[in-house]
């Protein structure tokens, strides 16, 4: 009952650059836990790419709205970053590459996003 009371005044008092910093950190740990994880553990691995492929979509499909505030060179930026996120999240998936790359990534954007 009280982390239920937490998750609803947290909500309410964080603003979109905290719950997309938050996002981040929360999938670029998934993704860290199956850079350390054993290449059996496939599913774990799958479930944590695919979280993380999910997010960028999302932060992709918010920049194609109309309602975006952003500038439009850094909506563009986003959008282009997340294909190469599609793209490399397909080719760890097959095992052609790590996840460093992506963990990096996620890393250079929550610099970005943290409060100064």
Not at 47 to 60: P, Q
Not at 73 to 99: N, P, Q, W
């Amino acid at each position: 009952m009280s982390y239920q009371a937490y998750k609803t005044a947290s909500s309410r008092t964080e603003d979109p650059r905290q719950t997309e910093y938050r996002l981040l950190g929360e999938v670029t740990r998934g993704l860290m836990e199956v850079r350390d994880a054993p290449k059996s553990e496939i599913r774990k691995r799958v479930a944590a790419l695919d979280r993380n492929r999910r997010v960028w979509s999302a932060f992709a499909a918010d920049c194609a709205s109309s309602h975006n505030s952003l500038p439009d060179s850094l909506r563009a930026g986003i959008i282009s970053l997340s294909i190469f996120v599609s793209k490399e999240t397909s080719s760890a998936m097959r095992g052609e590459t790590d996840v460093e790359t992506l963990i990096d990534i996620n890393r250079t954007i929550m610099q970005g996003l943290a409060p100064s």
